[in-house]
């Protein structure tokens, strides 16, 4: 027999780093779920991710009892890593920050199409240059797609 579906949470927590302390605690405490036994669980699961945030979807049953899914870095977070500037531009449109060439837009998409909406690589290469046009990140170079 499956488990009664009761919610889900999704929260972003930076890898190995899971805690008791907001915002894990009081998100799972208010539905009656054992934090220490999820911080456990996450931290094993993403030692190897220590340090990058991570989000991750928690769905928990009416016997709270859950279950969790680690997704991949934002794009976001990965644009500032690769171009390794603290935050984005204030006025995008006006004040570039950093630029990108498609190859490290390339490899971001690449890394993070499993959780986007998209087939293609060169599609999922458009999402991850709109995201930088969006922080004041200009690539550079010419698109290496199809069209």
């Given at each position: ?44 699961r ?50 570039k ?46 698109f290496?797609?199809?069209?």
């Amino acid at each position: 027999m499956a488990k009664e579906i009761a919610g889900q949470i999704k929260l972003q927590i930076k890898g190995g780093a899971a805690n008791p302390s907001p915002p894990v605690g009081p998100a799972l405490g208010s539905k009656g779920i054992n934090i220490m036994e999820f911080c456990k669980q996450f931290n094993a699961r993403t030692q190897d991710k220590s340090g990058k945030i991570l989000p991750v979807v928690i769905t928990y049953f009416s016997d709270k009892s859950f279950d969790f899914i680690v997704k991949t870095p934002p794009v976001a977070i990965q644009l500032l890593e690769a171009t390794k500037v603290k935050g984005g531009s204030a006025e995008p449109n006006r004040k570039k920050i950093a630029k990108i060439t498609w190859d490290a837009v390339k490899t971001i998409a690449e890394d993070k199409i499993v959780d986007l909406n998209c087939f293609t690589v060169e599609s999922a290469m458009k999402m991850v240059a709109g995201t930088a046009r969006s922080m004041g990140i200009t690539v550079t170079g010419k698109f290496p797609g199809t069209n």
